[in-house]
């Protein structure tokens, strides 16, 4: 993201689920190991001035905001699947064979469903994909029927910050910037410090630039 400012302090938190959620910084485990321990954590230029970001714990940064950063991963893909027959016994063989192909789950979302039959929708990591065609092949054999769509050109942009445990309307903000601007999502997922949307990837980079001015990161 070419907008993007420098942070003076980040929680071991906020840098751990930006880590996991595609940001490519650090190794989530080190930023793990770190907060475990107490041991602060500079991230900057080896040889350079001391003008990097320093990862601490959340009581040490001084600057509280109520999102700390973005992140854009452009490394998933999402695969529906509709026309599941007796959809409740069997959503569990679809991750059952995805798991066996060495297929990393991420969002999942669901539509349509009724006793008989429904759909399903989940991101795979890109790095997957020779597994996850595997998968398909093995799920179309199992499951008549079934139609699979794979969408590629996709992205997950993500807000992170631990103001968001305290505080109401991050999602209401973040939909409002998304309608306003006339862009269109196609799966979004919380946790207590994050929220992630699925667009496409053409658009990834207006939803942070658009994102990050509203809420002054």
Do not use: C, W
């Amino acid at each position: 993201y070419p907008d993007a400012k420098k942070m003076e302090m980040i929680s071991y938190e906020e840098m751990m689920e930006l880590a996991f959620l595609g940001a490519g910084v650090m190794e989530p485990r080190a930023v793990e190991l770190g907060g475990k321990y107490g041991v602060e954590i500079y991230v900057g230029k080896s040889l350079g001035e001391r003008n990097g970001t320093i990862i601490t714990s959340k009581e040490k940064v001084m600057e509280k905001k109520l999102i700390t950063g973005i992140s854009i991963n452009e490394n998933i893909l999402m695969v529906n699947i509709e026309n599941i027959p007796t959809y409740a016994k069997n959503v569990y063989e679809i991750f059952k064979v995805a798991e066996e192909f060495g297929v990393s789950i991420g969002i999942i979302s669901q539509n349509d469903v009724t006793a008989e039959k429904g759909s399903i929708a989940f991101t795979a990591a890109k790095t997957d994909e020779a597994g996850l065609e595997k998968a398909i092949v093995k799920l179309k054999d199992k499951l008549k029927g079934i139609e699979v769509n794979v969408k590629k050109d996709v992205s997950k942009v993500s807000l992170v910050g631990i103001g968001m445990v305290s505080t109401i309307g991050i999602a209401s903000k973040t939909f409002k910037v998304l309608s306003e601007n006339n862009i269109s999502f196609h799966q979004v997922s919380t946790s207590e410090i994050s929220v992630s949307l699925v667009v496409d990837t053409d658009k990834a980079k207006d939803v942070a630039r658009l994102l990050s001015k509203e809420f002054e990161i």
